[in-house]
């Protein structure tokens, strides 16, 4: 026969320590306050036409060296492209 033994943890260990939730307040105003591209708005997303043309690019690139790796980069491109 055999016996397991289990421990639970008191409710008074599984409490978040004094001051977390405003340690972590604190932090998230702090990212915030560095997060230039969400207020700037300079982050600007290509579209998928220029997506699909930069891994192309890329294709063309290493095409002499890996004419395999090229061809599947333009099969993505080709794909990425057309899905939307």
């Known amino acids: 026969m055999t016996s397991m ?3 639970a943890a008191s409710p ?3 409490r978040p320590p004094r001051g977390a939730r405003w340690a972590a307040a604190a932090f998230l105003r702090l990212i915030d306050a560095f997060d230039f591209s969400r207020k700037s708005g300079a982050v600007q997303r290509d579209s998928r036409a220029e997506e699909a043309e930069s891994v192309r690019e ?3 690139s290493i095409e002499a060296s ?3 790796f090229a061809a599947d980069l ?3 491109a080709n794909r990425h492209e057309t899905q939307g």
Request: aromatic share 26%.
């Open 5 to 7: 033994t289990f421990q």
């Open 12 to 14: 008074f260990f599984m």
């Open 58 to 60: 890329m294709a063309r």
């Open 66 to 68: 890996d004419p395999g």
């Open 74 to 76: 333009y099969a993505a």
